[in-house]
């Protein structure tokens, strides 16, 4: 994730950086610029076509597709927005409910070697977690280190939480939980079962592909009918006046494209490895021996 000042008007506006969209679009923009310029020239200097009826009507049904396109791209970048915001608040639980978790197991249990355990086995869930999101490797031997057994290719963060379940469990048989600690302690796993299953169901449901091939098509279309419109009235200037406003949409369809998935890799992506990190030293310091 991309760490700024909101304040630094000028750095946003003069610094382009790996999620810039200019940069993705740059060979696009030149297509644009290219195909803009032999319109113009055809129409105005080959051709000689003189000003029209047809010519006004492309303006002034652009201005009205324009409207249309808005709309579609404002509800398209909420949603993503949505999804992005709902990833992050998700994470924000998972963070509480590990601390939640680790000061109750400071509270109720004495022993120092289970503490450990808790201490380890709750930053792993969150590293584990963030690998099945991003659909990367997990560590088998620290897995295997905490007694987590199983096919490695199941589901990960679920086999850490049926090990957490079975060593609470096991510390209420002992006796050294009450009936209350342990429904306490229920309650937090599961958060955790639900947290995974928000993230799941935020990654595997994307926008549908229908309305998001619809969209792109519809600023394709827009943009390429704009020059033989705007020719007339603008002339050669019509070539930026183009190049801006694909840039414009296209940028916006880009970073919807981006944040809708909010656990990649991507520069605007959630910072999961900084949580991670985080919920580990939060939890390491609470069970500290």
Known sequence: MVSYNPNAWFTFIFNFHKADTFRQLLPAIAGIGVYCAAVIYFEIDFWK?????HAKNLTVMHSLLG??????????????YERWWEGRKQWGDLVN????????????VTEGREKKFFSEILGLYARTL????QGQPHDLQELAALGIQG???????NLITKTITARVAKLHKTKKLTDTQFLALNSELRNFTDICGACERIKNTPIPYSYSAFIKKFIFFYTMTM?????????YLAIPVVIFIFYVLAS?????????DPFGSDANDLPLTQISTTIRNNVAETLEA
Do not use: Y
């Open 151 to 157: 096919e490695f290719t199941k589901h990960i963060p």
């Open 97 to 108: 409910s590990s601390r939640t978790f680790a000061i109750k197991i400071a509270a109720f």
């Open 227 to 235: 020059p033989f419109g705007h020719a007339f009235t603008l002339g």
């Open 49 to 53: 076509i003189t000003e029209a009826g």
């Open 252 to 260: 916006l369809e880009l970073i919807a494209e981006e944040i809708e």
């Open 67 to 80: 409207f249309v396109i808005s709309m579609l791209l404002v509800f398209r970048t909420n949603t993503a």
């Open 130 to 133: 963030r690998n099945h999101l």
